[in-house]
């Protein structure tokens, strides 16, 4: 293996870590459960991610099919889907657990606080009793 490409990839794991810690610095410092976020999603669009609840270090939340050119101001969840996996359009993702520092990296901004209802937290219970993974 040549020695550049050698150096290169053993610089990878330094850098998303590097990455993680300046994305933990990006989360909003309030950001609590029932807050409702836009987030980056690719390079053009936004989508909204609502969050379901927080442990240390992992931000649990939920991602709504629609996305937008610009983040919105202000939206209500109960006008979004979360649409199913057969949608050509996409579709969200009902329970995602997410390091802090990659929920940093989407670029948070909280524009709206919601009530979480039982169902929303099935997922996130599940999550718990199964000891289940985090996203980073």
Same mark, same amino acid.
């Given at each position: 293996? =040549? #020695? ?17 810690? %300046?994305?933990? *610095? ?10 409702? !976020? ?26 709504? #099919?629609? #996305?937008? %050119? !610009? =983040? ?31 929920? /940093? ?6 524009? $709206? ?14 999550? *718990?009793?199964? /000891? $289940? $993974?985090?996203?980073?």
């Amino acid at each position: 293996m =040549p #020695k550049r490409l050698f150096e290169w990839l053993f610089r990878i794991p330094f850098m998303r870590a590097y990455a993680q810690r %300046q994305g933990r *610095k990006l989360v909003p410092p309030m950001l609590r459960a029932g807050d409702v !976020c836009s987030v980056r999603s690719g390079r053009e669009a936004y989508a909204i991610a609502k969050v379901l609840a927080r442990d240390p270090g992992i931000v649990h939340v939920r991602i709504y #099919k629609e #996305k937008f %050119q !610009c =983040p919105p101001e202000r939206i209500r969840t109960t006008q979004l889907s979360l649409g199913t996996i057969d949608d050509t359009d996409g579709f969200g993702v009902g329970h995602l657990p997410v390091s802090e520092g990659e929920f /940093g990296l989407w670029g948070p901004v909280i524009i $709206g606080r919601e009530e979480i209802s039982i169902e929303e937290l099935e997922g996130h219970q599940m999550w *718990k009793e199964a /000891g $289940g $993974g985090v996203w980073e």
